[in-house]
């Protein structure tokens, strides 16, 4: 009996030695710190974080919009563009978003912001998203998602979907602001531009912008040098009965000087735009080329 006792016992402790070995000869890895897992940094003054593998800082933001409007039923705003004047809710061939004197909007913001450091400065790339949903009296674009910014900046130079440089202050996130003139808010020109940067707050842009409206939905409409219709996805536009816009020859030519102090900022901008456009009626093929200014 002892003599079993004594052969299990040795049985044991030779498994337990060889085990031991098994073990032994696995490989280890110690485990990362946790400040390793994710590096804290910033873009424009945001807190973001350090992309794994990589030297790129992401910063991740939004917001939610939820707005609600109430109007009179004789006289609503007209969504069909810039220049537009409101029409009557009730006349015939009103739009039917015209008729309601109470509408709800929401709104999405996505947005996202990249830098990585170079040898001539910081690369950085933007990209906004907004996401809307309206009923009743702003049922403009109901339910859509679309690029409200896309641009990257680099030593100076801004090439993408960008507020325009001819302009100072947008409209801001109010739906009725959603076509504004100055093309800052969702009617950013496609750009490209160059910025130098002075002492003393200075700095001093030019810009080569895209002539063309661009509006929340993609759709294109040139701007019209007299009183007509808008023009969609490009196509030739009637101007006073007689004449046809023959589309974008040249970029609008912007040029801007701003300042910025702790007191605030002072911008002054100018632009040049080119018209160009045929007879068709009283000088039929007749041609006009010209460049007006602001």
């Excluded at 690029?147 to 202050?169: E, N, Q, R």
């Amino acid at each position: 009996m002892k003599g079993m006792q004594r052969a299990l016992l040795a049985s044991a402790a030779a498994f337990v030695v060889v085990g031991g070995a098994q073990a032994a000869d696995l490989p280890t890895r110690k485990g990362a710190s946790a400040s390793e897992y994710v590096k804290v940094c910033h873009v424009d003054g945001g807190a973001g974080f350090v992309i794994p593998g990589s030297d790129t800082c992401l910063k991740i933001s939004g917001s939610v919009l939820a707005q609600v409007e109430a109007g009179t039923l004789t006289q609503q705003y007209n969504w069909a563009g810039n220049g537009g004047t409101s029409e009557t809710a009730l006349a015939k061939g009103a739009s039917t978003a015209s008729r309601n004197g109470l509408g709800y909007t929401a709104r999405g913001v996505l947005n996202f912001d990249t830098t990585t450091d170079t040898a001539y400065g910081p690369l950085q790339a933007h990209i906004g998203m907004n996401f809307d949903y309206g009923s009743g009296f702003d049922s403009y674009n109901s339910n859509t998602a679309y690029i409200d910014k896309g641009y990257l900046t680099w030593a100076g130079l801004t090439a993408g979907k960008a507020s325009s440089f001819f302009s100072m202050i947008g409209a801001g996130y109010g739906t009725a602001d959603i076509f504004s003139p100055d093309r800052r808010d969702e009617n950013e020109p496609l750009l490209l531009a160059y910025t130098a940067t002075f002492g003393g707050g200075f700095s001093a842009t030019i810009s080569l912008e895209d002539p063309v409206l661009q509006g929340p939905s993609s759709t294109q409409a040139y701007p019209s040098p007299a009183p007509g219709y808008f023009t969609l996805a490009g196509s030739d536009e009637f101007i006073a009965g007689d004449s046809t816009y023959q589309g974008q020859r040249a970029p609008d030519i912007v040029a801007a000087l701003d300042l910025q102090q702790d007191w605030g900022s002072a911008h002054l901008g100018g632009v040049a735009h080119d018209v160009n456009m045929v007879e068709n009626y009283d000088a039929a093929g007749t041609t006009l080329n010209t460049w007006g200014w602001a």
